[in-house]
């Protein structure tokens, strides 16, 4: 299986804030990576397909980019509600940065 | 709109088996295929499996093979999700989910999801 490992596992972060969550490969996975937002109680919420296409109805300051084993998440000024756990899934998912309030 | 929606909380004992149902409406499910995924409190996602509609051909993640088995009743657009010899480790919720064509690996569409809770 392709391991996914994520990095920071929290991330402490204000309103207003650029966050940019990493997300490494075991082995290449090409563009076959996606971004969700999970809150709690609730099912993944898909953000980014195919490492940088915007899912239908998520707002643009969430972005992807990366190709291969190394991909990025960034949240270009974070609002109220992005504060949540987020994954990355390639082969497999890795184990979630939770963006918490600083 | 796509809508997938799951069964309700089990508890079982070490040892039982669960069968978990999925009812989708909003697209065509009878030519489409379904994963099953899990999820323990704190861990990402864990894919169990697919299953399809059309012709019934499933792929099992091997770590559960001999345990699950997926199926699908297409006259009421539903599909189940059986788990033999439950451990106190399967305690996790499991979820329907669906990819769609031109997506990759990405699941767009999820289930509310189903705690199963295995304890004596």
């Known amino acids: 299986d392709i391991r996914m490992t994520q990095s920071p596992s929290t991330l402490s972060a204000s309103v207003g804030d650029r966050v940019t969550i990493t997300c490494r490969a075991s082995q290449s996975v090409r563009n076959w990576l996606a971004w969700y937002q999970q809150k709690p109680g609730k099912a993944p919420k898909l953000l980014i397909y195919?490492?940088?296409t915007l899912e239908s109805g998520v707002p643009s300051r969430f972005s992807g980019s990366g190709y291969g084993t190394e991909f990025t998440l960034t949240i270009s000024r974070l609002q109220p509600d992005d504060f949540a756990t987020y994954y990355c899934q390639g082969g497999t998912f890795g184990q979630g940065t939770k963006v918490e309030v600083k | 709109q796509v809508q997938l929606v799951q069964s309700g909380p089990e508890v079982k004992r070490p040892g039982a088996s669960v069968k978990v149902s999925c009812k989708a409406s909003?697209?065509?499910?009878?030519?489409?295929?379904i994963s099953w995924l899990r999820q323990a409190p704190g861990q990402g996602p864990e894919w169990l499996g697919w299953?399809?509609?059309?012709?019934?051909?499933?792929t099992y993640a091997q770590k559960f093979r001999g345990r699950v088995t997926m199926t699908t009743d297409t006259p009421t657009n539903t599909a189940y999700l059986e788990l033999r010899s439950l451990r106190s480790d399967d305690t996790s919720t499991y979820y329907c989910a669906l990819k769609p064509k031109d997506y990759g690996v990405a699941y767009a569409y999820w289930g509310q999801g189903t705690l199963v809770t295995v304890s004596s």
């Open positions: 909003g697209y065509s499910f009878e030519t489409s295929g």
């Open positions: 195919k490492a940088s």
């Open positions: 299953v399809n509609a059309y012709n019934s051909n499933k």
